[in-house]
C-alpha cells in the first residue's frame, strides 16, 4: 500500500532524524516560524493578485476626454475600415 518515501518505517526513521538534527526543544520553534513563513507568503500572493485585478481595470475616463476603448472596440473598428477600403479623398 505505502511505497517510498510514505512507508511508515521511512517516516519514523525520518523523524528521529530530525529530532537528532534540531532536538526537540527547537521542533516547536521551526514549525511556527515555517507556518508563518507560509502565512505571509500567501497573504503577499493574494495582495499582488489584487493589485492585479485592480489594474486590469479600464482607467476611469475624465470628462470631456474620449472614453477608453477596449482590444475588442479596436479590432472592430480595423476590421470595418478594412472592409471599406481606402479612403477616397474629399474634393472641396
Sequence with gaps: MYSGLLAPSHLIILLLIIVLLFGAKRLPELGRSLGQGIKEFKE?????EEEFEENKKPPET????PEART???LQKEKEVTHLKGPESPTRR
Design 44 to 48: 503577499r500572493l493574494n495582495s499582488k
Design 62 to 65: 475624465i470628462e470631456g476626454q
Design 71 to 73: 482590444q475588442e472596440e
